[in-house]
């Protein structure tokens, strides 16, 4: 057990709708990232926040937003939904985005879009 | 620009044998770090090994050592005594100092056979 918190593990939903997906990072770790796995793209990094301030962005669409609030969970929510957003979607945490911190991965939550 | 490449899409490997898991990096910044994470076909992705690219020593941890060849830009994982638990992805990951991401290669799928 990685300490990273994940909810839901599965979510099926149809085109066009909105999902929100919820991370609770390991005690004490003040980074937050969040990373889409899929067959043709691979591990895709799309946001990283610390201490509840945006840090990073990678390949996030704009139909995809995130926080990370005061207690430190974050949430990631997905919009207008499109079949190519199914993907496994992982939330992962460190205690600070130095070189050498390794990230602490949750389980993922498994996106289906219908 | 950091790039990771792991050029093996699959091995197959006899249970007991130790096995090479190959990946190059692609950077220009001296201070970097290199991850190996295994992902099971249950989905988590689990930490492995770490090293750092001012580390003297090759990292080590349990059976998995981390074969690092600065010069040639490698970081290849080496399993030792293969068991069947082995079998899942592998993938080599980089990220180099004050990036806040963690950039990931494509991928090694494992087969241990009996």
């Known amino acids: 057990d990685s300490g990273v918190t994940q909810t839901p593990k599965h979510l099926i939903t149809a085109t066009g709708q909105r999902v929100t997906l919820r991370c609770s990072p390991r005690s004490g770790d003040l980074s937050v990232y969040w990373y889409q796995q899929s067959l043709d793209q691979g591990l895709q990094f799309l946001i990283q926040?610390?201490?509840?301030?945006?840090?990073a962005k990678g390949n996030i669409l704009e139909r995809f937003s995130a926080q990370q609030f005061p207690d430190l969970h974050s949430e990631l929510n997905l919009s207008s939904l499109e079949l190519g957003d199914s993907a496994l979607y992982f939330c992962?945490?460190?205690?600070?985005?130095?070189?050498?911190?390794?990230?602490?991965f949750g389980s993922g939550t498994q996106l289906s879009v219908l | 620009a950091q790039k990771i490449t792991q050029t093996q899409p699959g091995m197959f490997v006899q249970e007991k044998e130790a096995v090479t898991l190959d990946c190059t990096y692609d950077t220009s910044d001296p201070s970097y770090g290199l991850f190996w994470y295994k992902q099971p076909s249950s989905g988590e992705m689990i930490f492995l090994i770490y090293?750092?690219?001012?580390?003297?020593q090759n990292a080590t941890e349990g059976r998995y050592s981390l074969n690092f060849q600065k010069a040639r830009k490698s970081a290849n994982l080496v399993i030792s005594a293969s068991q069947l638990g082995d079998s899942a992805m592998y993938f080599c990951?980089?990220?180099?100092?004050?990036?806040?991401?963690?950039?990931f290669g494509q991928g090694t799928r494992l087969t241990i056979n009996p």
């Open positions: 992962a945490s460190s205690v600070a985005p130095h070189r050498g911190e390794k990230l602490f």
């Open positions: 926040y610390y201490n509840g301030e945006e840090r």
């Open positions: 990951a980089m990220r180099v100092q004050g990036a806040q991401k963690l950039v």
């Open positions: 090293q750092g690219s001012y580390d003297q």
